[in-house]
């Protein structure tokens, strides 16, 4: 069974912990998100309630109310009966209830990827470099990261844009998603990312240890998959 090189080994970890903080990360803009939505939703439900409860007081005192004004009375009463419609086609339009839903069950997923990820980071240090192993357990784990990334509903600007203000005050060199580089303040340095692509770790079983070391002697933020595709293809 092949070996893998200790630096290679340290690379995949390396790239693993960065997906943790990245799952994290979604976990907190997703967990914003479902209470930003929900708490739409439920303002235009009890915004709804109330206009027709009023309504429903309102005609039954119609009988009180002289016949001089019962007709600018009643077109008081069918105007709030008619907003409070139009707020249910806005609510129904925009789904904010479908939102809030979508939004949970993305953060239980990214909390779980967070999770498994951080527990495969330790039975990779615990399995003695034995390189299928550590491949497939990469393979399995980005490749999960990148679909979630795919599935997971659309997280609101302002929020990407609080969150990253949040981070900047308080955990500035914690690796970040890269939906918030497109929020990033001017002044701010764009911050290195590992490329993580599954698809390109087909040939890495063929590394020698030359190839590894030379590959492995820039910095580990610069370090991308293809690397070691490139140098397997010069060597070849």
């Known amino acids: 069974m092949s070996e893998l090189n200790k ?6 970890i390396e790239t693993l912990e960065q997906l943790i903080d990245k799952s994290e990360c979604y976990v907190y803009l997703h967990n914003q998100s479902h209470n930003y939505y929900l708490l739409v939703n439920v303002f235009f439900n009890l915004t709804i309630i109330v206009l027709l409860v009023f309504c429903g007081l309102a005609i039954l005192t119609f009988s ?16 709030l009966i008619i907003f409070s419609a139009f707020l249910k086609i806005i609510q129904c339009i925009y789904k904010y209830q479908e939102l809030s839903e979508f939004h949970r069950i993305s953060l239980s997923e990214w909390r779980k990827l967070s999770r498994d990820t951080n527990d495969i980071i330790v039975k990779i240090r615990a399995c003695d470099n034995r390189y299928e192993m550590i491949e497939f357990y990469f393979t399995f784990y980005s490749g999960s990261y990148n679909r979630m990334e795919e599935i997971s509903p659309k997280i609101p600007d302002n929020i990407i844009v609080s969150f990253n203000i949040f981070m900047n005050s308080f955990h500035k060199k914690t690796t970040r998603p890269k ?6 303040e001017e002044d701010e340095e764009d911050e290195p990312e590992t490329t993580i ?3 390109n770790l087909s040939n890495t079983s063929t590394i020698n ?9 820039t910095p580990a933020s610069r370090i991308t998959i293809n690397n070691y595709d490139s140098s ?5």
């Open 209 to 217: 240890n030359s190839n590894i070391l030379t590959s492995t002697s």
């Open 64 to 79: 009180k109310i002289g016949k001089e004004s019962q007709i600018g009375y009643l077109s008081f009463l069918a105007g």
């Open 197 to 199: 692509s599954s698809n």
């Open 179 to 184: 939906i918030c580089r497109a929020f990033k």
């Open 232 to 236: 397997n293809n010069d060597n070849l």
């Open 7 to 12: 630096r290679t080994k340290e690379f995949y």
